[in-house]
Structures are given as C-alpha cells and as structure tokens.
C-alpha cells in the first residue's frame, strides 16, 4: 500500500517534544522559561541541553549562572506551562503568578518547582551559537522525583506523572503504555 506525501519546507516539525519548565537563576533573581528543545545527549556521563533564543529575558541569567532545573511538569500544570512561555520574566514573577513553589537543593542554585513531579538538575558545560538560538549543553547533577511515583522496591513509575508533550503548537497529555523497550523481541514464557 503507498503512502501520499506532501513536502514541507525544512522546518521544526518534530513531535512529540516535552513541553518543559526550565528554571534558572538564584534565591535573590531567578525565572522560569517554557522549552520544548531539549532532551538526553549522553548517557555516561549523563548529558542534557536546553535551546534559547538570545532574545529571551532567561538567556543571559542561562549564560551568567552556567546552571538551570529541567522541570517535567504533570498534564495540570498546562496552564502554567503556557504562561511561562509567552509571558517575560522581566516583568512578572511567573512562580508566583502561576503560584509555584521554589525548592531549593544542594547540586544548583536555580530552584526546583515543587509541584512538578521530577526536576532535573544541570551544569551547563558549553553554549554554541546556531543561529536563532543558542543551545546550552549541560552535564545532569541529580534527578528529584515525587516519592509518590516510586513502588515499595524503588522502581520509578514514570506512568504515573501524567507527563505533558508538546506537539506543533498544541499541549497533549500523554497517552496509554503500548510497549515497553525491547517488547518487541522479547520472548513469551510459558506459565
């Protein structure tokens, strides 16, 4: 069976993409940002980035302070994550507009959101310049997730943080398990 294609000019148009709260700065000046241009560089040593237009208020609180907190927020939070991401910093308290809470930990000193249910921790290692944005690549210090989301054996139970997605201007809450890694291979036993 053919499939009929219709060509694009080259574009972003890679989907799904998480749909992040990246917060950064300090217990005197901090800000959070929308960002949906990040993910998993590297594994050992473990490795994420952030992309950042020059123009937004964050980026030079980004470059000053060589830390950010990649904040995966739950589906409720959609609001807030939208807020974050058209609306300045330089104008308004987003966490206390969106009425989010600041946690403070030892690996950075840009502030966990206490109400997004894992945080992730970064050292930014290196800024390149692509050209509308700047990509900061960043070593991951420490991962923080609700207690809530872990069984009786430790096992993080990622299902249950009703994470939310970015796809082509729109916000999705994520969907039913089809698989996991390697099912498709897999071998059956036999009861």
């Known amino acids: 069976m053919a499939h009929e294609k219709v060509k694009f000019r080259a574009g972003t148009l890679l989907s799904p993409v998480p749909a992040v709260l990246v917060s950064c700065g300090d217990k005197e000046r901090n800000n959070l940002l929308t960002v949906a241009w990040t993910g998993v560089l590297n594994s050992d040593p473990p490795k994420t980035y952030v992309s950042v ?30 807020f974050c991401g058209v609306c300045t910093g330089e104008k308004t308290d987003k966490f206390e507009k969106c009425r989010l809470t600041r946690t403070y930990v030892e690996e950075v000193a840009a502030p966990l959101v206490a109400e997004c249910p894992l945080s992730i921790c970064c050292k930014v290692t290196d800024v390149v310049p692509l050209g509308s944005h700047d990509l900061f690549i960043a070593d991951i210090v420490a991962v923080y997730a609700d207690a809530e989301l872990l069984d009786e054996k430790g096992k993080l139970h990622m299902e249950k943080a009703d994470l939310l997605a970015y796809v082509h201007g729109e916000y999705f809450a994520l969907g039913k398990r089809l698989g996991s890694f390697g099912f498709s291979v897999r071998k059956k036993h036999k009861k």
């Open 53 to 82: 237009r020059p123009t937004r208020f964050s980026h030079h609180i980004l470059r000053d302070k060589g830390e950010f907190v990649l904040n995966l927020p739950s589906a409720s939070l959609t609001r807030a994550v939208d």
